[in-house]
């Protein structure tokens, strides 16, 4: 399936409104993520991906059948994990199981690997998100192990996964 990566602009926050109000999505996302998710919601969210646009983040917006479906961004990290970076993503319920996700990971992360100066890019899914796992396998990221008992969401101790992504290992 065709799809566009882009930077964000004010006028995606009516349909990524639409797209993240879904509980299967926020129940495999930190709680920072909001369920439900209103327009005020994306608003704020896209306000804040232009705001940090660059500095220590990359954000792009998904865009499927010429409307926004979902969200992907890698963070760099500070301190003694400044060569390292997290990426995080989320994509509107109608288009799972399409093979865009995982695209989506290679493509920006091979822009975090030539715009930034990094060594490792990593990914925390939850252990019962199983979709996500197999997203990132696709995308060539590596299982380096699972923390057990390792987050708190919805009154449930859950485990998460540790994967990661190296440059040499993107056919950048």
Do not use: H
Not at 54 to 74: C, E, H, L, P
Not at 89 to 114: D, T
Not at 122 to 137: H, I, T
């Amino acid at each position: 399936m065709q799809f566009i990566l882009r930077k964000w602009q004010k006028e995606d926050a009516p349909d990524i409104a639409v797209a993240a109000n879904n509980p299967r999505i926020a129940q495999n996302l930190r709680n920072s993520f909001p369920y439900p998710y209103r327009l005020s919601d994306a608003e704020w969210f896209i306000e804040d991906c232009l705001r940090r646009e660059g500095k220590n983040q990359m954000t792009r917006v998904i865009v499927v059948d010429g409307k926004a479906a979902g969200s992907i961004g890698i963070f760099r990290q500070g301190d003694v994990y400044e060569k390292s970076a997290e990426l995080g993503y989320w994509l509107s319920e109608e288009y799972w199981r399409r093979g865009i996700m995982s695209q989506a990971v290679r493509m920006i992360c091979r822009e975090a690997f030539a715009a930034f100066d990094l060594r490792r890019i990593y990914a925390e899914p939850f252990d019962c998100n199983a979709a996500s796992k197999g997203v990132l396998e696709k995308a060539g990221f590596t299982l380096e192990g699972t923390m057990r008992d390792s987050i708190y969401k919805d009154g449930r101790v859950l485990s998460s996964c540790m994967y990661s992504l190296l440059p040499w290992e993107l056919d950048i």
